[in-house]
């Protein structure tokens, strides 16, 4: 006889383990117990030395589908004479390091009962099991105990208990678990907060509403959407008027994929993403019959299916596809409480769909592109937070790096693991920032971790960064501020596992350089601690310095003049379409006179002022914009690359600028330009005889350019990586900032 004690760490809390192995324990007679702590799983079982050896064979072999173990620590001790298997109540430790669960789309198990008349969860809108159902979005402390979520106000009923203690039933400690008896439930009120109706009447009114061509709030997993019929262009159009949007596309979810092959075009592997556990947004192709305001004038939209009962119920009833925007005012953080949404989403949608599951913390949707032939996520959010990413090392310290201003993320790192954040978004105002705030204390709190050092931009103006000095300053922690593309690269060194040193291609809007000036098309010489400058694009001036990012026009204007000085004025005249000759000679005296003019080698910025050039775009909407309307309008089979120099370092593009003003077809002008960008970096590749090249930066969320990066460099010896697990773009920049500490 012996005993044996198995601590396991990961994901190993609300996926079923204890059941898993309690079923085992007693199919094996073995005798001891299970219990979940604060730092995961413990487990101890006493039985003939054959026996504890299949136990751990099987233990391994068929632990739960959801569960993820990255730790196992196994010891043999003397047996003390346990007379049953038992689950124990859970225990809390000092140590934490249990793995929390993101949310999880509705399993096929709960999809067939909520549509099964003779089951007692028939169409209710909170079925869930222990394979699927919020987790992130509910839990408020660990352990990841019933009473640690926000569903602890609703006391079970006797048949939700009995099937939450049996070891053998599929809900068993599935801490949402609920009933129509005893669970939460919908009720729709009136923009004006006024109660309409309650449960199935609730749906029903709902569903009405939507074929009426109004807007309805619905409250989800991690906060609101806004939903509207996607093939009604009025209502698509009112809701952008409402959300104060003009252009930016709206997600739109299907009711299932036959549904969604009927408007748009995903391929197989985007398929295989839609239908994933995660339920990301994926940006694919579109087809016909999606109301054209959804995604004006681009190729691609955000399609996504039903993650949560709630929507599967309402896409039941509603027979077409919908806008499932997130519920907030244009710039503003996602409403997730049901007062806030009744006073702010009041003036945007007609009703206002509520239940009363309160929603701890905000988690919006996901989105994933595939650049390159890989699946890249644009924003990780919901699905994927806050599961962690292992670093290639350990960290020297525990760290806390707060990433940048736009799409902002932040992240704790410990040891090899670093836990990325929701998507917090534009922290730019004091709502965004205070959203921002509470986010880092209650990740702070729910990982109970105390940061030896703060990593933020180097940007002074960064609201993230003013913010990471007080905070340095106030706990007395240490903060080092790193540059912004060193940590973009390092974030794709990072989630790649490479060590030692590699080529990286940084390439984005804006970032704030060490020499002051704004960078954007670097291509930077990195290890884990420090970097080199070697290559940058030629730079050329921001007339108008922020202004200029939404008016691509003055990039355009500024390209002219590095090319042609003066004459720049009488080109743009002849070239851009609608744009007057005051305030283009306006702009040459600012550009002259270098007023309010920052010098830049932005990539970003450089598709900018190309979208302009073609006359795609003078005035940009949406950050991105100008940039996605070029790829839009690239041509796989062109060829073709425009010439451009390299001296002392940098990269001169106005041979290429010259070529693309002749070119009369627009679309050979937009292919080749980005066939010209790659071409720069295969260049740059041979002239530094590095063999690893990283891309990362939001321009890296290019397919076209990413694509053709990639058949540039095929065949050499050179590796290409990309990001698969973080954005390239500012989203994934925490993740780089922590990397910064490696002890490589
Ligand atoms: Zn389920
Ligand atoms: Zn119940
Ligand atoms: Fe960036």
Not at 156 to 185: L, N, T, V
Not at 304 to 310: H, N, R
Not at 313 to 337: C, M, Q, R, Y
Request: proline share 5%.
């Amino acid at each position: 006889m012996i005993r044996l004690r198995v601590k396991l760490k990961g994901v190993v809390q609300g996926v079923g383990f204890r059941p898993f192995v309690y079923n085992l324990a007693r199919g094996l007679d073995l005798k001891g117990f299970v219990r979940n702590t604060s730092s995961g799983l413990t487990l101890e079982v006493e039985g003939p030395k054959d026996k504890i050896e299949k136990f751990l064979l099987l233990l391994n072999k068929e632990k739960p589908p959801l569960a993820y173990v990255y730790s196992q620590q196994v010891e043999f001790l003397e047996p003390v004479g346990y007379k049953d298997f038992l689950i124990l109540e859970s225990e809390k430790t000092e140590e934490r390091d249990v793995l929390i669960l993101p949310d999880i789309a509705t399993c096929e198990d709960c999809l067939r009962e909520l549509f099964d008349p003779e089951d007692r969860r028939y169409m209710y809108p909170f079925i869930n099991c222990t394979n699927c159902g919020p987790r992130f979005t509910i839990v408020e402390d660990l352990p990841y105990d019933r009473e640690n979520t926000t569903m602890k106000v609703f006391p079970m009923c006797s048949e939700c208990r009995r099937e939450y203690e049996d070891p053998k039933d599929r809900r068993f400690h599935a801490q949402p678990i609920a009933c129509p008896k005893c669970g939460p439930w919908i009720t729709l009120f009136s923009s004006g907060g006024k109660l309409l109706s309650e449960r199935e009447k609730a749906l029903e009114d709902t569903v009405r509403a939507l074929e009426e061509g109004k807007i309805v709030a619905v409250k989800g997993i991690g906060g609101f959407h806004l939903l509207c019929d996607a093939t009604n262009e009025e209502s698509v159009k009112l809701l952008r008027i409402r959300k104060k949007r003009s252009e930016k596309p709206f997600a739109v979810m299907f009711r299932d994929i036959k549904q969604l092959k009927e408007f748009a075009k995903p391929t197989e592997l985007e398929e295989a993403l839609l239908l994933s556990l995660e339920r990301p947004i994926v940006l694919i192709e579109k087809g016909k019959g999606i109301a054209e305001s959804v995604a004006p004038s681009l190729k691609r939209i955000g399609a996504f299916l039903p993650y949560s009962p709630l929507h599967h119920l309402i896409l039941h009833f509603f027979p077409k596809p919908v806008v499932a925007t997130s519920g907030n005012l244009s710039e503003e953080p996602i409403v997730k409480d049901n007062g806030e949404a009744l006073e702010k989403l009041s003036d945007l949608a007609d009703y206002i769909l509520l239940h009363n599951r309160d929603i701890k913390r905000r988690c919006d949707d996901s989105v994933v592109k595939v650049v390159g032939g890989v699946p890249t996520p644009i924003r990780r959010s919901r699905g994927y937070t806050p599961l962690p990413l292992f670093l290639p090392g350990r960290l020297r310290k525990k760290v806390l790096a707060v990433g940048g201003m736009l799409k902002n993320t932040f992240a704790i790192g410990v040891g090899d693991k670093v836990f990325l954040s929701q998507h917090v978004g534009d922290v730019e105002n004091l709502s965004t920032l205070e959203v921002f705030e509470e986010n880092v204390k209650d990740f702070l709190h729910l990982f109970k971790f105390h940061p030896e050092v703060i990593v933020c931009d180097l940007h002074p103006r960064y609201e993230t960064s003013r913010w990471a000095e007080k905070f340095s300053e106030k706990e007395g922690i240490p903060l080092i501020k790193i540059q912004h593309h060193y940590a973009h690269i390092l974030s794709c060194m990072a989630e790649n596992n490479l060590k030692g040193e590699v080529l990286g291609v940084a390439w984005d809007g804006t970032g704030y350089g060490t020499d002051g000036t704004i960078w954007g098309g670097e291509f930077l010489l990195c290890r884990y601690g420090s970097f080199e400058r070697l290559y940058y694009l030629k730079t050329f001036k921001l007339v108008g310095g922020e202004k200029a990012v939404k008016e691509p026009f003055r990039v355009a204007l500024s390209l002219l003049f590095e090319a042609f000085g003066e004459e720049g004025i009488e080109v743009a005249l002849k070239r851009l379409n609608g744009v007057n000759e005051k305030k283009v000679e306006g702009i040459y005296r600012l550009w002259k006179g270098s007023l309010n003019s920052p010098q830049t080698s932005s990539v970003g910025r450089c598709f900018d002022g190309i979208a302009s050039l073609l006359n795609l775009k003078h005035k940009v909407s949406y950050e991105g914009q100008a940039a996605m309307m070029v790829e839009d309008l690239c041509d796989p089979a062109e060829e073709g690359v425009y010439p451009f120099e390299i001296r002392e370092g940098k990269i001169d593009w106005r041979p290429a600028l010259l070529a693309l003003l002749e070119e009369k077809d627009k679309v050979k002008a937009a292919s080749r330009f980005v066939n010209t960008l790659a071409c720069m970096v295969s260049e740059v590749v041979k002239l530094t005889g590095l063999e690893r090249v990283c891309l990362s930066g939001g321009v890296m969320q290019n397919d076209y350019l990413v694509s053709r990066v990639k058949e540039f460099l095929k065949g050499d010896k050179i590796k290409v990586y990309t990001h698969q697990r973080i954005p390239p773009n500012d989203g994934g920049l925490a993740l780089g900032q922590v990397a910064h500490l490696l002890e490589i």
